[in-house]
């Protein structure tokens, strides 16, 4: 007789074993309707899976996050079916749910065609028709191994081989189709409705390395309703229009070659974004007592032995071997640099805190396959800092990074910051005691800010535990941007000391703090955010002077050169021209204030103002409107982001 506890804090009690989906149907119709999957203990069952004996019980929905993952992996299930009924002689790989939907690699000469995708996606929606059901099925290894070779599914045989004799090895089988699968899944093909949508075709080598096969990964969406598969979809078309490598080209900010992958190749008016951004950040710094310093970009290999990045870190640096044969390594972060400067004389306990900050270049080793425009980069300047501190200072220090974090994403149009708490990783170095004062000392941090926070367990770096800041954009993307990590293990490995009230050394605590992270990936997110139309006090290329005729062009010019002086980013268009053409052009590459002047704004010493996304026209002394955009770009407001 199992007693059930459920999550209100009611128990009931059956005659005999139950499963998921006979509590959920004792609940209510709706709950057994959106039911998808059992939590058993703390662990994820299927709903047709027998409950034996007490236990604590939550049903999870399609709407959870839970449930989102597991419709998204039978999805996957269900694509593989289709593939295979399609075309048998493929061979199936992996299929797991990612982040907004799905994936599975495919073994097939022939490429998949965009003609194909919808193809299969049909056969798909006719397999949620026939609502097959999902059987568990425990195996063992021998016979899974020998089962799939015998289907001529090399790929998965060789994955059952990896995994140990001991362990459980389950498939779940869904009409003529069965796959090796940990579970849980939905009781039938039918209850995952329709609202998936298969996006594209990509490739990726078997196992992610490069010497192995290339397969073909086939990408999908899934949701919970076709009211979020739509809204999904719309936002893809979205992220489209705002792609910043599109809009990059547009507005001659930068480009990326061959010769260079992961490196950006920045054009004046990028460039100029760029320093604007290290303009900001260094004035926001410099009012809260951070002092800039720069290190070099190469050195000694033994230096990040000592500091732990070898060893956990090694296989994303770059590296190189002298005449002399000394080993040097570039830098893929700029922590052991500042602890050096630290290093330098002898630092007292009145000296701290002592806060350090770089716009330093680094380096990491990034498949490929993973490059991304901006997003993903291989050559990139991080804004960092670090602060050392005694620990009793780690409260007020983390509070004060907090706060500015929060504020200059405030002055960039973010409004919508998430914070996760990143506790330790299972590689990592320092003992137990020590990770139990740095993650005590983050969540007090942020009990006294009263800021509220998730938990994403396992990922804190390996010298310490962190704090990531995401930011939601315009259209609901997530991008994670600023950290602050607590670390009580780097100083010690790389002999930082301070000389203490009782005349003692004592190692400090060292807070790593980035806000922008990584520059080009944050004009990426800006880019996309504002979809090109950035503020005004940003934008590469503030305001752009139009001839009308070219009697105004001595006037043009003398606008322009007053501009300047003002500090002002102008240019001028002179050309022969129609006023129509003039406007189109440059309202496509983005520029926020045209300026139209003809003989009456000369006569008048005048012009005719058109903002970037409004359709009217402004005519005022040009005196005025000067003093107008000073204001503006002074105030240094974000503006509303283009919808």
Known sequence: MPQISLPDGSVREFDSAVTGSQIAAGIGKRLEKDAVAVRVDGELWDLTRPIETDAAVEIITRDSDDGLEILRHDAAHVLAEAVKELWPETQVTIGPAIENGFYYDFS??????????????????????????????????????????????????????????????????????????????????????KAFKLTHVSGAYWRGDSKNEMLQRVYGTAWANDKQLRKYLHMLEEAEKRDHRRLGKIMDLFHFQEEAPGAVFWHPKGWALFQQLISFMREQQNKVGYREINTPELMDRSLWQASGHWDSFGENMYTTETIDGRHYAIKPMNCPGHVQVFKQGITSYRDLPYRLAEFG??????????????????????????IFCTAEQI????????????????????????????DRPDVRVGDDEIWDKAEDALLEALKVAGLDYSHNP??????????????????????????????????????????????????????????????????????????????????????????????????????????????????????????????????????????????????????????????????????????????????????????
């Open 458 to 643: 396992g990922e804190g770096a390996f010298y310490g535990p962190k704090l990531e800041f995401v930011l939601r954009d315009a259209i609901g993307r997530d991008w994670q941007c600023g950290t602050l990590q607590v670390d009580l293990n780097m100083p010690g490995r790389l002999g930082a000391t301070y000389i203490g009230e009782d005349g003692n050394k004592h190692l400090p605590v060292m807070l790593h703090r980035a806000i922008f992270g990584s520059l080009e990936r944050f004009i990426g997110i800006l880019i996309e955010h504002h979809a090109g139309n950035l503020p005004l006090w940003l934008a590469p290329t503030q305001v752009k002077v139009l001839t009308i005729t070219s009697d105004a062009d001595a006037y043009a010019e003398a606008l322009l050169g007053t501009l300047r002086a003002a500090g002002i980013r102008a240019e001028a268009d002179t050309r022969n021209e129609k006023i129509s053409y003039k406007v189109r052009e440059h309202s496509v590459a983005k520029i926020p204030v045209l300026l139209a002047v003809g003989q009456r704004e000369v006569d008048e010493k005048t012009v005719a103002v058109r903002r970037l996304g409004s359709k009217k026209q402004r005519v005022l002394p040009f005196t005025e409107l000067l003093s107008e955009l000073e204001s503006e770009i002074a105030e240094r407001r974000a503006g509303a982001p283009d919808g």
């Open 395 to 422: 409260t007020e220090e983390s509070l004060a990074v907090c706060k500015l974090i929060l504020g200059i994403y405030r002055d960039f149009g973010f409004d919508d910051v998430r914070i996760k708490f990143s």
């Open 108 to 193: 097939r000469p022939e490429p998949f065609t965009d003609a194909d995708l919808e193809v299969i996606e049909e056969r798909m929606r006719n397999i949620v028709d026939r609502d097959e059901e999902l059987k568990r099925e425990v195996w063992t290894r021998n016979d899974a191994v020998r089962f799939f070779r015998d289907q001529g599914e090399e790929y998965k045989a060789e994955i059952i081989e990896s995994i140990p004799e001991d362990e459980v090895l389950t498939l779940y089988r869904q009409g003529d189709f069965i796959d090796l699968c940990r579970g849980p899944h939905l009781p039938s093909t039918g209850r995952l409705g």
């Open 361 to 386: 270049k680094c380096h990491r080793y990034e498949p490929s396959g993973a490059l991304h425009g901006m997003m993903r980069v291989r050559a990139f300047t991080q804004d960092d800092a670090h």
